[in-house]
């Protein structure tokens, strides 16, 4: 059985190894001016590699926000990863491409003692379809023994909150998880006109309000999954909306744990643009969306517009999620 597993462990390296190819392939912008280089939103100037990496090893909540296909991101995350651990650093990596639901079997799977054997359970348990940028990740983790939070909510568990809103919900735990404690109406109106946009402007107006209290929830149950790692640290994989600090994690991290030191890193994909200052420039209440951007390339992707499919009004008897539609890799 060891022998089989360190067979499956080789031909998927092969086949990440020709995945990463064919993804370097499809990179726009390449040679942008501002590919490769890190911006400080809040001195609004370029800082280097160790000047940021100085900084995230002094934060305990660390998250990478990704565009979830950009083969990039993920290289980028997993240096910072390395680089939290050669700081001395044990922390947990969460990620969002895990769904909550699979924490046990993760749990049970870390406690092997076979690399391999570990890897070939956890890594079938990445939602996403582009599992082989998250794969380098979870090896990250088990080679160094981190905990591995699956932090993701399954869509078929918020859809009573799209429904019939927050009374849905158990009023105790909104409270406990600072739902509307953190939340205003420019934060609101944000969220809502940037949900509009994630579906290509095809929403009903109460499909993108239910859509953004989903949003709000599924924030704060991904905080929830790692606010008891925040003494030992957290490393979280997540999208890059999930990442800002005017409407997602940050706000609830900071809610759970006001001693938490959050730091949130934008990975951007340029465009013809080359003037920083202009990227994510808007903001919810006026305040930097990230800690720093660092800009790389743009992958080549056809128009999420072009097919999309408007998503079907969720059903009260509904007891299963429905399909995923295509939606914008960015906001994901």
């Known amino acids: 059985m060891r022998i089989i597993a360190r067979i499956i462990c080789c031909l998927t390296i092969v086949v990440l190894t020709f995945a990463s190819l064919a993804h370097a392939q499809n990179m726009l912008y390449t040679d942008h001016p501002l590919v490769g280089k890190i911006w400080d939103m809040h001195s609004r100037s370029f800082i280097d590699e160790a000047t940021l990496i100085a900084r995230i090893n002094l934060s305990n909540v660390l998250l990478l926000g990704e565009v979830h296909d950009n083969s990039q991101h993920h290289e980028l995350q997993q240096k910072l990863l390395h680089a939290r651990i050669d700081s001395g650093a044990h922390p947990a990596l969460m990620m969002e491409q895990l769904d909550a639901a699979s924490q046990p079997i993760i749990d049970q799977a870390l406690a092997g003692i076979q690399r391999d054997e570990v890897l070939n359970y956890v890594t079938p348990l990445i939602k996403f379809t582009d599992w082989q940028f998250y794969s380098p990740l979870l090896a990250i983790a088990v080679d160094n023994r981190l905990p591995i939070i699956a932090a993701n909510v399954p869509n078929q568990y918020l859809q009573p909150v799209i429904r019939k809103g927050y009374a849905a919900y158990d009023p105790d735990e909104l409270k406990r998880l600072e739902v509307e404690a953190v939340w205003n109406e420019s934060r609101q ?32 149950l991904m905080a929830d999954s790692a606010i008891s790692s925040i003494s030992r640290g957290v490393v979280g994989i997540v999208g890059s909306s999930h990442a800002r600090r005017d409407i997602g994690l940050p706000l609830y991290f900071a809610a759970r744990d006001p001693s938490a030191r959050i730091f949130s890193i934008g990975f951007v994909e340029v465009t013809d643009n080359t003037d920083p200052k202009t990227y994510n420039a808007d903001s919810a209440t006026g305040e930097a969306p990230f800690d720093v951007m660092w800009f790389t390339p743009r992958m080549e992707r056809e128009d999420p517009c072009a097919n999309f499919v408007k998503p079907k009004e969720p059903h009260p008897s509904i007891s299963e999620p429905a399909a995923k539609p295509a939606i914008d890799p960015y906001v994901q």
């Open 189 to 220: 109106k944000y969220l809502a006109m940037n949900m509009g946009g994630a579906h290509c402007g095809q929403l009903r107006d109460e499909l993108r309000v239910g859509l953004t209290r989903s949003q709000r929830l599924r924030d704060a």
